[in-house]
């Protein structure tokens, strides 16, 4: 039985940074997962996964990722994806970083 | 130490040069990824969950006040302010930005350091026993031999795209401190008749399919040995697999052929590689013996330290936990550990590395070494310096007392980095040690050595950990496989599976249950873990880890 399909979003590692990324509906990337687009349809999902590997220039290793509908935008359902979003665990490092200082 | 000559030193800035030029091209989109990443990895330049991650060789492991201050300034300038020291005597910079890499390399090269052949499947960087040139059961310091082997492997042409990587470590001690059983070629420096040689031991490795290397030959005439690794490569360069990347290591060539097969295939090759060497490697070896003498021992009273001994049990503490014997009359090795209770064990801040880099000028021969256990080693210390340098370390978080103990723990980056990770190991490494501390129970149970990895790679050694931790992702739920009775040194094993897994919450709790087992079930208190758990076997280590089975049996 094939599986169900789960809502993805498109995300990748900035070039200059590294910083983990996400597309937005827009076609643009942002550092924050609540910004991404959700692709609910499968085909729709690759199709827009060709067109952000294009964007190879500013981005590298492109993919779909699963995730969950949150109340605030995605959320991830795998806990890689969790870290991703968030930071490592032994320091306020990445995008914790961020936070803190807003 | 060895001194880059021109010739390195031209070669390194050309590599920088060039790779100034590939990044320049990448960023401006003229190379794609797929071009680029071959030539990042050449370069150290990895690209893992958060940030891209540098990783820089410190040869054999050692490396002088200078060079650490250099990694200092990196990690200022920038970095976060600290570094990551590896099980490989690496450090790894957690978040340098591509564009900067470049000036990164620069600065390494202006300290005769590079992060050439951390990566990718060439002969790494060679390990060696972080008390080489100091420790009291050598019979030759292993370091001109390891740069020997570097210069050897470094841009060697047949040796830039082979099966797989290759790792090489080098003792010149009985007692194995290298791990040289569990890497692709383990030499250890041997005498026989009064005349030097080396023990080879081939194709031990941990990864997927953990192996103790075997004895290739016992004793190899010194001025023999690199025609001999030549032959060894070559064979393994032409009857390794590359049909599948899991089996390629030689390791598995070893065990598929059988060690005695390859035996034989090595002394043909043998036979012709050795007329091609003509013993010019035996006059750049006698160079860099030179390079490596020792220093000039001084002799002094040691009353200083007596009198801190036993006035100061915070002094006596550490001293009994992280010296060890030196071979010259009132010195010692002293170990830092980067293992602070609850820190991350092998990191150390900018300040830390200021502090020992300055330690190593002041009192130690301008010598600093890394352990493969991720800590960091003043070599040559005179006994009477001891407490000023214990003092200064207290003030910056470095002396804690605790080399060799339960909070002593290797653990790999793991999914707080790691690209590869199928689980965390810092957090893990972090619990076990402040439990383990709250509990005041440490210097009680003695030697013990934990060792945790974040995927089948074993980057942790968790194989050859007395007790080892494998971090999976068992459907999507990080779980932890404990195996018990592993050792990395000469008597080395692979530990054995206890049995299921365990959640993130529930591994702490496990591991200290196991360990208050063996304190009931040693048969003294100078009986290690280890030593009670070849007595007993697993069984009674299992009782006590999975306590329902046994209640459902009953
Ligand atoms: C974070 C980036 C890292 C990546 C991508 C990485 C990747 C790998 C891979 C793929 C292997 C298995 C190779 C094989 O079996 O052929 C391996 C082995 C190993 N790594 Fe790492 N590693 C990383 C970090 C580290 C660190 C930080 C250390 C030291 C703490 C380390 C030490 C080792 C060691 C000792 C082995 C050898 C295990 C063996 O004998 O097979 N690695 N690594
Ligand atoms: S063992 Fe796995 S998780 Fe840990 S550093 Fe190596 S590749 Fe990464």
């Known amino acids: ?10 995300t990748a590692n900035a070039l200059i940074e590294g910083d983990v990324v996400y597309m937005t509906a827009k076609g643009m990337w942002s550092r924050c997962m609540r ?15 060709i067109d952000a590997s294009a964007q190879s220039d500013d981005v590298v290793g492109v993919y779909l990722s699963d995730v969950a509908q949150g109340p605030n935008g995605a959320e991830p359902v795998h806990f890689r994806e969790e870290f991703r979003r968030t930071g490592p665990s032994n320091y306020l490092h990445g995008k914790q970083e961020g936070q803190a200082h807003v | 130490m060895y001194k880059y000559s021109d010739f390195d030193a031209a070669f390194i800035a050309e590599r920088n040069r060039q790779f100034r030029g590939q990044v320049d091209r990448r960023v401006a989109g003229s190379l794609t990824e797929d071009e680029f990443k071959p030539l990042r990895l050449m370069n150290g330049l990895y690209l893992q969950l958060h940030a891209y991650m540098l990783r820089v060789a410190v040869p054999y492991g050692t490396l002088n006040g200078t060079q650490m201050r250099q990694f200092a300034h990196i990690a200022d300038t920038w970095d976060k302010g600290y570094g990551h020291f590896t099980t490989r005597q690496n450090i790894q910079f957690n978040w340098p930005t591509l564009s900067d890499v470049p000036d990164i390399l620069d600065a390494l090269a202006d300290v005769q350091m590079h992060a050439i052949q951390t990566s990718g499947n060439t002969i790494r960087n060679v390990t060696a026993d972080h008390f080489a040139g100091a420790a009291a059961d ?3 310091d292993p370091r001109p031999v390891a740069e020997l082997i570097r210069q050897w492997s470094t841009d060697h042409p047949e040796f830039q795209f082979m099966p797989r990587k290759f790792k090489v470590a080098i003792t010149g001690s009985e007692n194995d401190r290298a791990v040289i059983k569990a890497h692709d070629i383990g030499l250890r420096i041997v005498e026989q008749n009064d005349v030097l040689g080396f023990e080879v031991i081939v194709g031990g490795g941990l990864g ?26 070559s064979v393994w360069n032409e009857i390794g697999r590359r049909d599948n990347k899991y089996k390629a290591r030689i390791k598995i060539t070893v065990h598929e052929h059988g060690i005695d097969a390859i035996r034989e295939l090595v002394a043909a090759r043998f036979a012709e590689t050795k007329q091609e060497f003509a013993g010019v490697d035996m006059s750049y070896l006698a160079q860099f013996e030179d390079a490596f003498s020792e220093p000039v021992y001084s002799n002094r009273p040691v009353d200083a330290y007596d009198l801190a001994y036993s006035n100061d049990p915070v002094f006596r503490s550490w001293a009994d936990t992280n010296l060890t014997a030196h071979r010259a009359e009132g010195y010692s090795i002293a170990t830092i550990s980067l293992k602070a209770h609850g820190q991350t064990p092998g990191d150390a801040t900018s300040e830390q590395m200021r502090v020992m880099a300055s330690l190593a ?23 009477a310096e001891l407490p000023q340098i214990h003092a200064e370390l207290s003030q910056i ?24 990770a199928t689980a965390r190991s810092i957090p893990i490494a972090q619990e076990i040690a402040t439990r383990f501390d709250e509990l005041k129970l440490e210097h009680d149970i003695g030697h013990l050595q934990i060792k945790i990895s974040g995927c089948i790679n074993a980057c942790g050694h968790h194989h050859v950990g007395h007790i080892g931790i494998l971090g999976l992702d068992r459907a999507g739920v990080e779980s932890y496989q404990i195996t018990l009775g592993g050792d990395a040194t000469e008597t080395a094993a692979i530990g054995e599976r206890a049995g299921p897994g365990f959640s993130a919450t529930k591994i702490v709790p496990a591991i200290e249950r196991l360990v208050l087992a063996y304190l009931d079930l040693r048969q ?31």
């Open chain 1, 35 to 49: 910004d991404a687009e959700i692709l609910n349809d499968e085909a729709d999902a690759q199709i827009r996964l």
């Open chain 2, 361 to 383: 000028e002041r009192f130690g021969h301008n010598e600093l070494r890394v352990s493969h256990e991720q800590n960091i080693i003043l070599p040559h210390v005179h006994l």
């Open chain 2, 208 to 233: 997927r399919t953990p192996m103790i290397g075997k004895t290739l030959v016992e004793f190899l005439p010194r001025e023999d040995l690199l025609p001999y690794l030549e032959a060894v490569v």
């Open chain 1, 1 to 10: 039985m094939p599986r169900p399909y789960l809502p993805k979003v498109i």
């Open chain 2, 524 to 554: 003294s208190d100078d009986e290690t873990f280890l030593e009670t758990y070849r007595r007993l076997g697993l069984a009674p280590f299992k009782a006590a880890l999975y306590p329902e089975a046994k209640a459902h049996a009953a």
């Open chain 2, 397 to 420: 978080g470095l002396a804690t007392a605790n080399i060799g103990l339960i909070s002593d723990i290797i653990a790999c980056p793991g999914m707080d980095y790691c690209a590869l």
């Open chain 2, 138 to 140: 050598e019979i030759a």
